[in-house]
């Protein structure tokens, strides 16, 4: 698979600050219909994210995002094969990783992106491997 970030990427990326509400993070997500906001420094420094599991539930409106984000966001290079995205989505456990270059959002990839590669049959899985015709000895 040569797939690159690059190509399966939303390249469109919505962002929002630590002092941004829940108020205003859920009607951006709604609007847009949108599953997660990069929450982004003054420099547009990656600080964490919010998804839209992070805005569930019963959440004072004008809480601020620095409250609910994660602060633990995992990025990775836009030139990287889309295989290292789902490495480490599968390994981290999360459906979103924000895509950089040289330090700057460029973009965002999402379980759902990586789907599409499997929908539009751009994915082609390798044949299981087979067993062993080798008979393990006795000792």
Do not use: C, W
């Amino acid at each position: 698979m040569n797939v690159k970030i690059h190509d399966l990427m939303q390249k469109r990326v919505l962002t929002l600050q630590r002092h941004n509400t829940v108020t205003d993070a859920r009607e951006l997500v709604k609007k847009r219909r949108l599953s997660a906001l990069p929450i982004v420094g003054s420099d547009g420094e990656v600080l964490g994210i919010v998804s839209t599991t992070d805005l569930a539930g019963e959440l004072n409106e004008g809480t601020p995002l620095s409250k609910v984000m994660t602060e633990r966001v995992y990025t990775i290079p836009e030139y990287n094969d889309v295989s290292m995205a789902a490495r480490v989505m599968r390994r981290r456990k999360v459906h979103h990783v924000v895509v950089t270059k040289e330090k700057k959002i460029v973009g965002i990839i999402s379980s759902f992106d990586l789907l599409k590669l499997v929908e539009g049959h751009r994915f082609v899985a390798k044949p299981a491997p087979s067993e062993s015709r080798k008979k393990k000895r006795n000792t």
